[in-house]
């Protein structure tokens, strides 16, 4: 997990490997939004791609894929990566999660980059510690390493 800043023009540095990482896979678009007004993502814009298509095609529950492509969409945008590594995050998604000029932790979920404002990254925080050694303990007996 990395900590770093969004800063006073709302852009956010991303660490060298993951640039590293995002140019080894063609990647200098990307789609900055959160599904949930809680948790920023950063789609590289193939990954977000796939994404729009399996929503506009979810048919188990459709109308909360209508929802989580609603939130998307209304704090989303576009972002390129500048000559510094920085991404400009949308006014909006910094307004609604509480990231305008203030530190941010990212860490990588599957093909996204996940943001957590310090409010978001303390709640977390708190849950996974009531896991416990009990949750650990679970996972180790069902096969993690």
Same mark, same amino acid.
């Given at each position: 997990m990395y900590a770093t800043r969004v800063d006073d023009k709302g852009r956010v540095k991303l660490p060298v490997d993951f640039q590293q990482y995002f140019a080894q896979l063609g990647e200098s678009r990307f789609f900055v939004t959160s599904?949930?007004?809680r948790i920023a993502q950063i789609y590289p814009i193939s990954v977000w791609r796939e994404n729009v298509k399996f929503l506009a095609?979810?048919?188990?529950? *459709? &109308?909360?894929? /209508?929802?989580?492509?609603?939130?998307? !969409?209304?704090?989303?945008? @576009?972002?390129?990566l500048d000559s510094q590594g920085r991404l400009l995050? *949308? &006014?909006?998604? /910094?307004?609604?999660?509480?990231?305008? !000029?203030?530190?941010?932790? @990212?860490?990588?979920?599957d093909e996204r980059v996940e943001v957590l404002s310090d409010r978001a990254y303390e709640e977390d925080k708190q849950l996974a510690k009531e896991a416990g050694p009990e949750a650990v303990n679970d996972l180790l007996k069902e096969g993690l390493k």
């Open positions: 599904l949930d007004r095609s979810f048919r188990k529950n *459709p &109308a909360l894929a /209508r929802k989580v492509s609603f939130n998307a !969409n209304d704090l989303g945008g @576009l972002a390129e995050f *949308p &006014a909006e998604l /910094r307004r609604e999660l509480g990231m305008e !000029n203030s530190a941010v932790r @990212l860490y990588v979920v």
